[in-house]
Structure formats: structure tokens, C-alpha cells
């Protein structure tokens, strides 16, 4: 059995200041990159958040882990559950779980990875948030942030589950992104700390 050794929430409240924003781009790709291959059996994983995101040091790498909501796309659930501040707000308003409702979350994980801290931290989970959600509230922006990636994250995050990414798209668009800032280091922001 793999031992994993912290999730993505923990890893970043200890590491926070240290990382560049080359290693957040990274976190954030190999991410993606798990949710595509979810998506690619067919299946929804309905509770992404950064608990959920585990790192494996036998491994080196992130991989995503409680699949006990995951299922399959054309089995649709209607039972709301998860951590509120990455719940899709078409998911809070009833409409169920899609595979742009994962799309979604990756967004809120994406500001978490950004930021160092969960979305909506400040704020109660409860049903004033809720509303707050469907109505269109979505975490602010705290410092600078790479065009491009802050780009793809409002894409992931906009209110309309059509005009979100699908996780192929999203998957080919940060693996630009990460090339792209690999090659270019010289444009990304100098992080705040």
C-alpha cells in the first residue's frame, strides 16, 4: 500500500512562501492531469478539493485520492455533498454533478495553489455562502498572478458550466502554460511574501 505523505492543503500551508511559481504551474498540471485521466474512464469525481490531493514521496508526484463519490458520468447523483467553497454553483443550486462541475473545482484548487490558503477561508460555510456562489461571488485575486494562468482559472470558474474548459482542453492548456512560463521565467510575477 502507498504511503502518502501530506495532501496539497498542508503541503502548501508549510511551504507556501518558499515555492516559485514554476512549482505552483507544476502542482497544478500534474492535477489536471489526474482529473483528465478520471474524465477519460467516463467517471466524475464530485468532491476535489485540496484534502483530497495527495503527495507521495515513493512516487514524486501529486495524485488525487477519495474517490468514494467518484462515478461514472452517465450515472448522475443529485445529493449535494463536498467542501462547499469548491462545490460548482449549478451543483448548489440543484442541478447535479458534471464533468464541468470537477472543471470547477480545479479552479478553486488553482487559486488555492496560487494563494496558499482555501478559497473563501474568511468566509462561514454556510447558506449565506451558498447563495453567494450561485449569485456569482468567486475568491478575489490577492497579488499578481500569470496572465495566462489566471486566464484558464476565471475560464474554470465561470458561471456557466459550457464555457468551462472540458478537462482534455484544460489539460493541454496548462501543459502550454507550464512550457510556456519554463521557457519564459522572465515574465512571471515575483511572489509576495
Known sequence: MLKYNMNLREYLQQNNNQLTWNERIEITFSVINRLYFIHKENSIHRDLHSGNILYSQF???????DLG??????KPSTSI???????????INGKGYTFRSDIYSIAMLMWEISFGQPPFMNYEHDYILAINIIDGIRPKILSEIPLKYKSLME???DANPLKRPDAKTLNKKIN???SYYQNNSNELPQLIT
Do not use: H, M, T
Not at 512516487?59 to 485520492?65: K, L, T, V
Not at 463519490?69 to 452517465?74: K, R, W
Open 155 to 157: 475560464q474554470c470558474w
Open 59 to 65: 512516487n514524486d508526484g501529486w495524485r488525487i485520492s
Open 176 to 178: 502550454e502554460i507550464k
Open 81 to 91: 455533498y463536498g467542501n462547499l467553497p469548491y462545490i460548482a454553483p449549478e451543483v
Open 69 to 74: 463519490f467518484c462515478g461514472p458520468a452517465d
